[in-house]
C-alpha cells in the first residue's frame, strides 16, 4: 500500500522575495551615517588654555553591535595632528557620540588653522572605511592648546667602569 503524500502550494515569489530579505541582512555591511557636527573646547583647570577640544555627532547605524570609532583631526596636508577613540554598543538608528581630543597633542604638532575630522569606523574588530573631511572647526593656534609639561631629571647619572671575563668551566675552549 502506497502512502498519499499532499500537495503543498509552491509560491515561487514569496520564497524568492524571503530568501533576498535574509541575504540583505546577513551579507549587509555595517555603516555609519555622520551627521549634526558640533564641537567645544575645554579648560578643566582654569588657565585659559584649553585641555580638550571635544567633538560631538549623530551616527545613524544600519547594524545593530559593537563598533569602534577613531576620529583623526588633520591639518591643511591631511596630516593627521590629533587622533581619538571610543567604543560604542549602537541599535539600528540614530545615537549621539563624543569624540574627545587631547589639547597636549594637538599643541604638540605645532600646527596653527582649521581642523578637518575624519573618522574610521570599526565593526567586529574589521575596518570598514574611512569617511574623510566630515566636518571643519575654526582656526586656532596650537598654542591655545595645554603643552605636555617638561620633565627633568634632577640626579645625575654616575658611569661606573665595569669589565667582563668569562671561565671555562668544562675545558672544552668555550665560555
Known amino acids: 500500500m502506497e502512502a498519499e503524500h499532499a500537495k503543498i502550494p509552491y509560491n515561487k515569489e514569496a520564497i524568492d522575495y524571503t530568501w533576498e530579505k535574509y541575504t540583505d541582512q546577513v551579507t549587509r555591511d555595517p555603516q555609519l551615517i555622520f551627521s549634526n557636527y558640533s564641537y567645544q573646547k575645554l579648560d578643566t583647570n582654569n588657565n585659559s588654555i584649553y585641555d580638550t577640544l571635544n567633538i560631538e555627532l549623530d551616527a545613524a547605524a544600519n547594524l545593530t553591535g559593537n563598533y569602534t570609532i577613531l576620529g583623526l ?15 560604542y554598543t549602537l541599535g ?38 574611512e569617511q574623510n573631511n566630515l566636518y571643519n572647526t575654526s ?3 596650537h598654542t591655545e ?3 605636555y609639561p617638561n620633565i627633568t631629571l634632577e640626579k ?20
Not at 73 to 87: D, E, F, H, I, P
Request: hydrophobic share 35%; net charge negative; charged share 15%.
Open 145 to 147: 592648546f595645554e603643552e
Open 139 to 141: 582656526y586656532y593656534y
Open 73 to 87: 583631526l588633520k591639518n591643511n596636508a591631511s596630516a593627521v595632528v590629533g587622533t581619538a577613540r571610543s567604543n
Open 92 to 129: 539600528v538608528g540614530t545615537a549621539p557620540l563624543s569624540l574627545n581630543f587631547s589639547g597636549y597633542e594637538i599643541n604638540s604638532y605645532g600646527y596653527n588653522g582649521t581642523f578637518s575630522l575624519s573618522i574610521v569606523t570599526i565593526f567586529g574588530g574589521i575596518t570598514q572605511g
Open 156 to 175: 645625575e647619572i654616575e658611569i661606573i667602569n665595569l669589565s667582563d671575563s668569562g671561565m671555562d668551566l668544562n675545558s672544552d675552549g668555550l665560555f
